[in-house]
């Protein structure tokens, strides 16, 4: 079974398009991110939920809105896409605290490519 | 400013010999220390934690040691084999933010049979 998955795997889109990127966890982790890695494979975190609350939003654009509809699921929104935009998107859980130490457990990734 | 910093982006190890990966970091105090396998297309992978307070772990043929004074993590691939070829991520927590995990850029590990 997939401990973290993600879809699609691969979108690609013309620039000014809304995209959406969906995660599910069957882990029962109660923490989920999202990362994002460049060309250079700099891994970058830029959201995280706690039982579908926010916790965590670097400086990322307005653009992208994640949204948590229960504490398995963590979806991506973007709107307006731009060049820059292009990367490989990382969904990830995790369960602080405890003895777990925070270990991530990352989903295959979304290939975003915007046109 | 706040740096992690893998040694260097590439390196290339002789099968059966030793692989040394360096993590050094500036203007961070972290509560532990994780290292992370990634293969090419695919999410990274966790492999070992250490604690601020630990010198040094091991997991087979992994050992990784943790020295705060001088800023710096070592991570050890004992008779390496072309298996292990992959980019690794060390990444650190931090106490300020127990859920937040900050990556170093990756050292993209080939070993030549």
């Known amino acids: 079974d997939t401990a973290v998955s993600q879809t699609p795997k691969y979108l690609v889109t013309q620039m000014g398009n809304d995209k959406s990127i969906k995660c599910e966890q069957n882990l029962g982790h109660d923490t989920m991110y999202w990362y994002k890695q460049d060309s250079k494979k700099f891994l970058k975190i830029m959201f995280s939920?706690?039982?579908?609350?926010?916790?965590i939003n670097e400086t990322v654009p307005n653009r992208f809105s994640p949204k948590s509809p229960d504490k398995a699921h963590l979806n991506l929104h973007i709107n307006s896409l731009e060049l820059g935009d292009s990367a490989v998107y990382f969904c990830?859980?995790?369960?602080?605290?405890?003895?777990?130490?925070?270990?991530?457990?990352f989903g295959p990734g979304t290939r975003l490519t915007v046109l | 400013s706040q740096k992690i910093e893998q040694n260097s982006e590439a390196l290339n190890i002789q099968e059966g010999k030793t692989a040394t990966l360096t993590c050094n970091y500036t203007?961070?105090?972290?509560?532990?220390l994780q290292w992370y396998r990634q293969d090419p297309g695919r999410g990274p992978v966790f492999l070992l934690l250490i604690r601020e307070n630990e010198k040094e772990k091991r997991k087979e043929r992994l050992k990784v040691t943790f020295d705060t004074t001088l800023k710096q993590s070592l991570f050890h691939i004992t008779a390496s084999q072309p298996a292990d070829s992959a980019t690794y991520l060390c990444?650190?927590?931090?106490?300020?933010?127990?859920?937040?995990?900050?990556f170093g850029s990756g050292t993209r590990l080939s070993i030549r049979p």
């Open positions: 939920y706690n039982n579908k609350e926010l916790i």
């Open positions: 203007n961070y105090s972290p509560a532990y």
């Open positions: 990444a650190l927590a931090l106490y300020s933010s127990a859920s937040k995990i900050i």
């Open positions: 990830a859980s995790s369960h602080p605290g405890g003895s777990s130490y925070n270990e991530q457990f």
